[in-house]
């Protein structure tokens, strides 16, 4: 199986690389991709650089225009993809119908990849998507369970490429009702959860108040780590009870699960975390590039190092991991 690696940055990218990763994916600093963060992304000539960078250590770059475009600014998605295919995308991961249509017309020799955002959990989805736009590759949403996947396979001549390690989101990857409500913004319509601009942070009473867009959120006591403030993660009061109302931190963690992935024909596993640091890229890279290695080559033996989970539940949002979807015991 490949290790398909974030890029926030041209430091993140080289972080990655060198790591171990087979391919990373990035995005330019505008709203076609799902993480236009402030600070993060690429412009041109950084990919121009990092594109360099990976050919020179054997690894691809996949392009994320996995956004939908906006009525009437449709030209930004289609700049998108021709500036990924100019400057030497391996593949673009695409999802809204109409960027797909365009990149197979414009450019057929092109590899296309269907995003998580596009959200084919079925074989029927998936087929109709790589008849119509020629799609190699599908990444699939993170609400199958290992069963669900392998009949998937059985039934699709597309590669599948699933998420191994990385933080876990209440709404159906991405599309996020919560988000666009408080601030008009959304990951699939604007390309960021939690915008920067409507996140406030404010120190009332000895605690650290976390609001967004005026909204309360979560506030922290003077030693308590503070997350990322977002909507589906904030602490509320219901009836009563101050806790997470809707989700708690947390990061999916397949580390144990790699040798059924591999017998059951995942073609890929990503990692999530475009959004962090090029220190989170280096040590997640590299521990599953291990694990990855040592379940390649003995998959009937294979046990997850205990190193390797210490490392990734440091890394891990609110410091906890699940399996998440790939493994319930209820269904």
Sequence with gaps: ???????????????????????????????????????????????????????????????????????????????????????????????????????????????LHLSVQGSATHADAIELMREQFGIQRVVLPRVLTVADIARLIEKTPVEVEVFGFGSLCVMAEGRCL??????????????VCSPAHAVRWQQRDGQMEARLNGLLIDRYAPDEPAAYPTLCKGRFSVEGRRDHALEEPTSLNALSLLPRL??????????????????????????????????????????????????????????????????????
Excluded at 35 to 50: H, K, M, S, Y
Excluded at 73 to 102: E, F, K, N, S, T
Excluded at 286 to 296: K, N, V
């Design 1 to 111: 199986m490949e290790l398909i690696a974030p890029a926030g940055n041209l430091a993140a990218l080289k972080a990655a690389v060198l790591a171990g990763a087979d391919a990373v994916y990035l995005g330019l600093k505008n709203a076609t991709n799902a993480r236009n963060f402030a600070g993060l992304n690429f412009t041109e000539a950084d990919i121009a650089q990092g594109v360099a960078f990976a050919r020179q250590h054997g690894c691809q770059v996949l392009f994320a225009i996995n956004t939908f475009a906006q009525p009437g600014r449709a030209q930004a998605w289609r700049a998108a993809v021709d500036a990924a295919c100019r400057l030497g995308a391996d593949a673009l991961i695409l999802a809204d119908p109409g960027v797909l249509a365009y990149a197979r017309q414009r450019y057929p020799q092109q590899r």
């Design 178 to 191: 919560l988000s666009s409500f408080a601030t008009g913004d959304s990951p699939n319509n604007r390309g």
């Design 262 to 331: 591999a017998a059951i024909g995942v073609r890929a596993i990503k990692i999530e975390g475009r959004q962090r640091s090029p220190a989170y890229v280096a040590q997640v890279v590299a521990t599953l590039r291990a694990a990855l290695d040592a379940a390649q080559a003995a998959p009937a033996r294979y046990q997850p190092h205990p190193d390797w989970q210490h490392t990734l539940a440091r890394h891990a949002e609110g410091s906890q991991t699940t399996q998440g979807a790939f493994e319930r015991p209820w269904k």
